[in-house]
């Protein structure tokens, strides 16, 4: 489901900040090389990261998601001087690629990748984090949630991405489509959880922009 005609979204991106020249490189690669390459956080939201990131100046950030890195280096560009970003995936075919486009650019001694399960690795992440993105297996939502909320603090920020699920959220329900019900029930949980502040953004996918209170 197209949320925007082309005609729009290419007018949203016209008058946006461009990309750095390296996102594009990593978007050329992507999509030569990676399987899915539809899954690469767009040119738009990347910098809609990045200044929500700048915004927050964060120490630690937590990404939960990497593919092939591009949204580690768009929330990279709001960390402060001493910060890190905690960045997981479940791919270790991607590890080495992501490494490249990391050490180009100028944050690569403060990204620190993460390979596995992120339910298994979070808890064992001793940081605060002030900004929090989930993208990642969708049926565990309502998991890394859990699993993050004690890791935050008053103030922290937690961003959800593809939470319209390309419209299914307003369709009927496939009783068979696991993913749309846990997205149902995580957009709602999040609008009605007492210790969030939350807004669905109808940014490319959908954005939910939640902060900890």
């Given at each position: 489901m197209h949320f925007l005609s082309q005609v729009l979204e290419d007018y949203l991106a016209d008058?946006?900040?461009?990309?750095?020249?390296?996102?594009?490189?990593?978007?050329?690669?992507?999509?030569?090389?990676?399987?899915?390459?539809?899954?690469?956080?767009g040119r738009?939201?990347?910098?809609?990261?990045?200044?929500?990131?700048?915004?927050?100046?964060?120490?630690?950030?937590?990404?939960?998601?990497?593919?092939?890195?591009y949204s580690a280096l768009c929330l990279a560009e709001g960390l402060q001087q001493d910060g890190a970003l905690h960045t997981i995936d479940i791919n270790?075919?991607?590890?080495?690629?992501?490494?490249?486009?990391?050490?180009?650019?100028?944050?690569?001694?403060?990204?620190?990748?993460?390979?596995?399960?992120?339910?298994?690795?979070?808890?064992?992440?001793?940081?605060?984090?002030?900004?929090?993105?989930?993208?990642?297996?969708?049926?565990?939502?309502?998991?890394?949630?859990?699993?993050?909320?004690?890791?935050?603090?008053p103030g922290s920020v937690i961003l959800s991405d593809n939470v319209l699920w390309s419209g299914k959220v307003v369709e009927p329900l496939d009783k068979k489509d696991k993913a749309t019900k846990v997205l149902l029930d995580y957009n709602k949980k999040l609008n009605n959880h007492p210790k969030l502040d939350t807004v669905l953004l109808p940014i490319r996918d959908g954005l939910t922009l939640s902060r900890v209170k």
């Open positions: 008058n946006s900040q461009d990309e750095p020249e390296l996102l594009r490189e990593l978007t050329r690669e992507t999509h030569l090389k990676v399987v899915q390459p539809r899954m690469l956080t738009f939201q990347g910098r809609v990261l990045s200044l929500l990131s700048k915004l927050v100046n964060p120490r630690y950030i937590l990404e939960i998601g990497t593919y092939t890195g270790p075919e991607l590890h080495e690629m992501q490494r490249t486009y990391f050490d180009k650019s100028g944050y690569g001694k403060h990204i620190h990748q993460h390979v596995g399960d992120a339910l298994n690795i979070i808890p064992d992440l001793d940081f605060t984090f002030d900004l929090v993105f989930i993208d990642a297996e969708k049926k565990q939502y309502d998991n890394y949630l859990e699993a993050v909320l004690p890791k935050t603090k």
